[in-house]
T-cell receptor, first 110, second 117 residues
């Protein structure tokens, strides 16, 4: 089993719809969680950190479920520009090691 | 500079040649990472630097790959006797401390696209 797993997709979603995807992790000692966005042939860029209480940034909501060991990303009112690959990253506290998921590809269709 | 800078942005080389890829991290960032990504694939960890030392070289795929960092800043990834399977984008990233806490954002450079022909 991979340490961090994501559904590779692609998720084909009509513009304006709500879409959500998860990322599961195997190390129960994991402490910090992030979502990164990667556009085609571009470098990954931080989308948002994931806090224990959950957090929201505009149309984006991130949640952490420690009991089931997954994080989620919800995108509301999706835009064409949301089309990208979404990578989750998990770290243990004070540990440099970043464990990356392979990414979920999202395609927003007009 | 304002961001992580990598050079060259694109490199086409003949099989068997050596290549050097350069990374200039964000000023003041002590942690530096090298990753490799083949088209359509996830990130493959290569090496991590904290300052000038490399506590984790476990991701280097073979002894043809080496990396160094001098002055706690610029890093060079060297691939000797390149093979076609080395073709990928090589991404460098830096962060302020390398610790795994929520405020320690990892910033990536735009990558060096390597094609071995």
């Amino acid at each position: 089993r991979k340490e961090v797993e994501q559904d590779p997709g692609p998720f084909n979603v009509p513009e304006g719809a709500t879409v959500a995807f998860n990322c599961t992790y195997s190390n129960s000692a994991s402490q910090s969680f992030f979502w990164y966005r990667q556009d085609c042939r571009k470098e990954p860029k931080l989308l948002m950190s994931v806090y224990s209480s959950g957090n929201e940034d505009g149309r984006f909501t991130a949640q952490l479920n420690r009991a089931s060991q997954y994080i989620s990303l919800l995108i509301r009112d999706s835009k064409l520009s949301d089309s990208a690959t979404y990578l989750c990253v998990v770290t243990t506290d004070s540990n440099y090691q970043l464990i990356w998921g392979a990414g979920t590809k999202l395609i927003i269709k007009p | 500079g304002a961001g992580v800078s990598q050079s060259p942005s694109n490199k086409v080389t003949e099989k068997g040649k050596d290549v050097e890829l350069r990374c200039d991290p964000i000023s003041g960032h002590t942690a530096l990472y090298w990753y490799r990504q083949s088209l359509g694939q996830g990130l493959e960890f290569l090496i991590y630097f904290q300052g000038n030392s490399a506590p984790d070289k476990s991701g280097l795929p073979s002894d043809r790959f080496s990396a160094e960092r001098t002055g706690g800043s610029v890093s060079t990834l060297t691939i000797q006797r390149t093979q076609q399977e080395d073709s990928a984008v090589y991404l460098c990233a830096s962060s302020s401390t390398g610790g795994g806490w929520a405020g320690n954002t990892i910033y990536f450079g735009e990558g060096s696209w390597l094609t071995v022909v």
